[in-house]
């Protein structure tokens, strides 16, 4: 069974800096692209950021290029988050998800997995 489970959210002034993690089971991510979506108040779930299996390539969403980074331990089969220089615009439940292919999509409908979510909360 497959299972995504995030953690690392939590409340955090704006420029400040938060890591999330996401630990997959059931599958291996040295074989599956795997993304960051994020869902904020009243607006649908995006892919955000993804690094692909093949060779670590990844896609940022315009609005983190500089800020955010995702990284990936095969040893762990654990992505990461890393998020830097934080906004209140930032805020939302951040999910991880398992792509159908070695690739990055850029739709929900080329990820076939997600995690329960993680809330972040940028907010002085």
């Known amino acids: 069974e497959v299972q995504l489970v995030e953690s690392g959210g939590g409340l955090v002034q704006p420029g400040g800096s938060l890591r999330l993690s996401c630990v997959a089971s059931g599958f291996t991510i040295d074989d599956y692209a795997v993304a960051w979506f994020r869902q904020a108040p009243g607006l649908e779930r995006e892919v955000k950021v993804c690094?692909?299996?093949?060779?670590?390539?990844?896609y940022y969403d315009d609005s983190l290029k500089g800020r955010f980074t995702i990284s990936s331990d095969p040893a762990k089969n654990t992505v990461y988050l890393q998020m830097n220089s934080l906004k209140p615009e930032d805020t939302a439940i951040y999910y991880c998800?398992?792509?159908?292919?070695?690739?990055?999509?850029?739709?929900?409908?080329?990820?076939?997995?997600w995690g329960q979510g993680t809330q972040v909360t940028v907010s002085s």
């Open positions: 690094i692909s299996s093949v060779d670590g390539s990844t």
């Open positions: 998800a398992k792509s159908l292919l070695v690739w990055c999509g850029h739709s929900e409908r080329a990820y076939n997995s």
